[in-house]
């Protein structure tokens, strides 16, 4: 069993500790408390999270009560809760890098596609797409007006 010495807040929740008191502190402003062995460390370090009675008993918890194994716990929660996360956007990335080549094989193959199209029309199209206007005929053979036809 330890000894320790503390002073309250008016919810009876630790705001000081010491192990041995000072001749110059006054002890009617601490409470000596008894703590059992196994719960030193755990006291020591979050003595402010208990609450204590005006006869020292120890009432472990209270409304702030945040323990080693409390915050333990919970660590180990969020670290299930950002592995979980980080498997899922792991996979997320995956189905991303997925559909990002599917889609670049499709884009590949509409385009291939388009090219294909614009060839075969472009090759049974006419060369020349001017209308051809009728030339008048002349006829070589014909005399010349205003002479003699031999």
Do not use: C
Not at 39 to 65: E, L, P, S, W
Not at 85 to 104: C, G, H, P, R
């Amino acid at each position: 069993m330890s000894q320790f010495y503390v002073q309250r807040d008016a919810d009876k929740f630790g705001t000081k500790l010491a192990t041995k008191l000072a001749d110059s502190d006054d002890p009617k402003q601490w409470l000596q408390v008894t703590i059992a062995t196994a719960n030193d460390n755990d006291f020591k370090q979050n003595f402010m999270h208990y609450q204590i009675n005006d006869d020292g008993t120890v009432i472990r918890g209270g409304a702030d009560a945040a323990t080693i194994e409390d915050v333990n716990n919970q660590l180990a929660t969020a670290l299930d809760t950002i592995k979980n996360l980080n498997d899922s956007l792991t996979k997320a990335n995956k189905t991303i890098t997925t559909l990002q080549t599917t889609y670049q094989q499709d884009s590949d193959l509409t385009n291939e596609a388009i090219l294909e199209l614009s060839d075969q029309l472009l090759s049974t199209a006419p060369a020349d797409n001017t209308a051809t206007t009728a030339k008048p005929a002349t006829d070589s053979t014909t005399a010349p007006a205003g002479g003699d036809a031999k």
